[in-house]
């Protein structure tokens, strides 16, 4: 699976692998109370353009 601004969470939530690299991100869904009502429709580009984060260095290591 290549991961883009557009994979939603809920794609990639479950590997721990890819849920160690979100956190090193600082990515706030993880924790956030609202995540598991948004988890099928929340895309990867558009929580790293809300918080922030570096979506190409996050997406980046995401596929390695």
């Known amino acids: 699976m290549k991961i883009t601004r557009k994979t939603k969470l809920k794609e990639i939530i479950d590997n721990e692998k890819l849920k160690t690299i979100l956190e090193e991100f600082g990515f706030p869904c993880l924790f956030c109370p ?7 429709t929340l895309e990867i580009g558009y929580v790293c353009d809300n918080y922030g984060i570096d979506d190409k260095k ?7």
């Open 34 to 40: 609202h995540m598991k009502s948004e988890i099928e």
């Open 58 to 64: 996050l997406i980046k290591k995401l596929n390695e």
